[in-house]
Nanobody, 125 residues
Framework: QVQLVESGGGLVQAGGSLRLSCAAS????????MGWFRQAPGKEREFVAA????????AYADSVKGRFIISRDNAKNTVYLQMNSLRPEDTAVYYC??????????????????WGQGTQVTVSS
């Protein structure tokens, strides 16, 4: 059972930056797709960004494109989400997830198999 542990959330002013980390507990020869989702109060959990571990490709939601960057550290088995130019509408609980069913990036919540516990990101105006 893979465990994903997020860290790096917090309170930041609009225009600021945060970097989220997601460490996977299990070292495997090949990881598949690692993604970030977020859920704001009263809203559905939505796709933010994902990275195909073996292919190296990335994908972003339109709302964060150009502001957020997803990256990985193979040695640390960790994926990161660098969030720049943060806006109040970015406020949400951010979740790390892994899709073990594909090496091609998928963006639907139900396609991801493992989830972290979430980390709160609050952007003040």
């Amino acid at each position: 059972q893979v465990q994903l542990v997020e860290s790096g959330g917090g309170l930041v002013q609009a225009g600021g930056s945060l970097r989220l980390s997601c460490a996977a507990s299990e070292r495997t020869f090949t990881r598949y797709v690692m993604g970030w989702f977020r859920q704001a109060p009263g809203k559905e959990r939505e796709f933010v960004a994902a990275l195909s571990w073996s292919v190296g490709s990335t994908a972003y939601a339109d709302s964060v494109k150009g502001r957020f960057i997803i990256s990985r550290d193979n040695a640390k088995n960790t994926v990161y989400l660098q969030m720049n130019s943060l806006r109040p509408e970015d406020t949400a609980v951010y979740y790390c997830a892994e899709d073990i069913g594909s090496v091609v990036i998928r963006t639907l919540r139900y396609q991801y198999d493992y989830w972290g516990q979430g980390t709160q990101v609050t952007v003040s105006s």
